[in-house]
T-cell receptor, first 111, second 117 residues
């Protein structure tokens, strides 16, 4: 079983749609969680951290379910510029070396 | 602006040649930098941890004699792919950890797309 699993997609949605991505992780002792965005052949960029209480940043909402070892990202009112690959990232120990990346979910927002 | 600079962005080379990739932290000192490799539609895989002034720590399955890492200063780490072959074609990304005012964040270079013919 992969340490971090994501649905690879692709997700093709119309502008304005709401889309949700899911991610599961295998290490129950994992301490911190992130969503990164990666454009084609570019470096990953931190989108948001994920907290147990859930957190929201504009159109983006992230949630964590420790019991189910499950993380989600919800994007509301999708924009064309949201088209990218979204990486679920888990840090089991708090050490930067331990960052484990999911393979990403590809999103294309269509006009 | 970018806090980690990676060069070159693209490299096309013949099989058997060596390629050097540079990773610089521009406005902070990085005692530790990380090198990742990413194949198409796959996740970033950590190759090695580069430590300033000491030997790099390689992940299991990564050949240290093939992927030479030098971290000679607090702002520069280099990855040299020696005797590159087509199977080494990949996207290589470095990252550096910044502490202090930046709160232990991880910053990524812009990546290097290596194509070995």
């Amino acid at each position: 079983r992969k340490e971090v699993e994501q649905d690879p997609g692709p997700f093709n949605v119309p502008e304005g749609a709401t889309v949700a991505f899911n991610c599961t992780y295998s290490n129950s002792a994992s301490q911190s969680f992130f969503w990164y965005r990666q454009d084609c052949r570019k470096e990953p960029k931190l989108l948001m951290s994920v907290y147990s209480s859930g957190n929201e940043d504009g159109r983006f909402t992230a949630q964590l379910n420790r019991a189910s070892q499950y993380i989600s990202l919800l994007i509301r009112d999708s924009k064309l510029s949201d088209s990218a690959t979204y990486l679920c990232v888990v840090n089991p120990s708090g050490s930067a070396r331990q960052l484990t990346f999911g393979s990403g979910t590809q999103l294309t927002v269509l006009p | 602006g970018a806090v980690v600079s990676q060069h070159p962005s693209w490299v096309i080379c013949k099989s058997g040649t060596s390629v050097k990739i540079e990773c610089r932290s521009l406005d902070f000192q990085a005692t530790t930098m990380f090198w990742y490799r990413q194949f198409p539609k796959q996740s970033l895989m950590l190759m090695a941890t580069s430590n300033e002034g000491s030997k790099a720590t390689y992940e299991q399955g990564v050949e240290k004699d093939k992927f030479l890492i030098n971290h000679a200063s607090l702002t520069l780490s280099t990855l040299t792919v020696t005797s590159a072959h087509p199977e080494d074609s990949s996207f290589y990304i470095c990252s550096a950890r910044a502490g202090g005012m930046r709160g232990e964040k991880l910053f990524f270079g812009s990546g290097t797309q290596l194509s070995v013919l």
